[in-house]
């Protein structure tokens, strides 16, 4: 009767661990559908109400050199914009992108979203400290840009908008 009863809670105990490490993989595992990464030359990008998928590399030439100015934020931009900081997998960021899709078209021209897949962009996401995403940058020509988490309503979206267009 013992060892029977042992057996089952081996059982149970090893199921439990495969379980876990099942849900565990499918919430970590990336997508390798990568976007298409925006390149130097498509800086002018984004007038049209499109999401520009960025690198380090663009980041450093168009929007905020940070070898160059390691201490200090200067926005290289001539307009304010949106960083969205995500991944594939994750479920707050897939409901967080359509809004943003919604902004870039609605502010064209006078607003830029970028948006930096942090499983291919590691250097970017610990230069930024993300630890929890959707992590969201609002940037204001001049100033300090602004940092949201999670999925926003749109209407704090549009709030924070409103604040970095002044």
Same mark, same amino acid.
């Given at each position: @009767?013992?060892?029977?009863?042992?057996?089952?809670? $081996? =059982?149970?105990?090893?199921?439990?661990?495969?379980?876990? #490490?099942?849900?565990?993989?499918?919430? !970590?595992?990336? %997508?390798?559908?990568?976007?298409? &990464?925006?390149?130097?030359?498509?800086? %002018?990008?984004? /007038?049209?109400?499109?999401?520009?998928?960025?690198?380090? /590399?663009? =980041?450093?030439?168009?929007?905020? *050199?940070?070898?160059? %100015?390691? &201490?200090?934020?200067?926005?290289? #931009?001539?307009?304010?914009?949106?960083? *969205?900081?995500?991944? *594939?997998?994750?479920?707050?960021?897939?409901?967080?992108?359509?809004?943003?899709?919604?902004?870039?078209?609605?502010?064209?021209?006078?607003?830029?979203?970028?948006?930096?897949?942090? *499983? %291919?962009?590691?250097?970017?996401?610990?230069?930024?400290?993300?630890?929890?995403?959707?992590?969201?940058?609002?940037?204001?020509?001049?100033?300090?840009?602004? &940092? !949201? @988490? #999670?999925? $926003?309503? @749109?209407?704090?979206?549009?709030? !924070?908008?409103?604040?970095? =267009?002044?």
């Amino acid at each position: @009767m013992k060892k029977n009863i042992c057996a089952k809670v $081996l =059982m149970l105990s090893t199921t439990l661990l495969l379980s876990v #490490g099942t849900l565990t993989a499918s919430c !970590t595992t990336k %997508n390798d559908s990568r976007q298409e &990464q925006a390149t130097p030359s498509q800086a %002018n990008e984004g /007038e049209d109400g499109k999401i520009i998928h960025i690198t380090a /590399e663009y =980041m450093r030439e168009h929007i905020y *050199d940070y070898t160059a %100015n390691p &201490q200090e934020w200067v926005y290289k #931009g001539d307009k304010p914009a949106i960083i *969205d900081f995500y991944a *594939d997998w994750c479920g707050p960021c897939r409901s967080l992108s359509p809004k943003l899709e919604q902004v870039a078209k609605k502010y064209a021209g006078k607003l830029t979203v970028y948006k930096v897949n942090v *499983d %291919n962009e590691k250097e970017l996401a610990s230069l930024f400290g993300v630890r929890s995403i959707p992590m969201v940058l609002f940037v204001p020509v001049k100033g300090i840009p602004t &940092q !949201t @988490m #999670g999925n $926003l309503p @749109m209407e704090s979206i549009e709030e !924070t908008i409103a604040k970095i =267009m002044k």
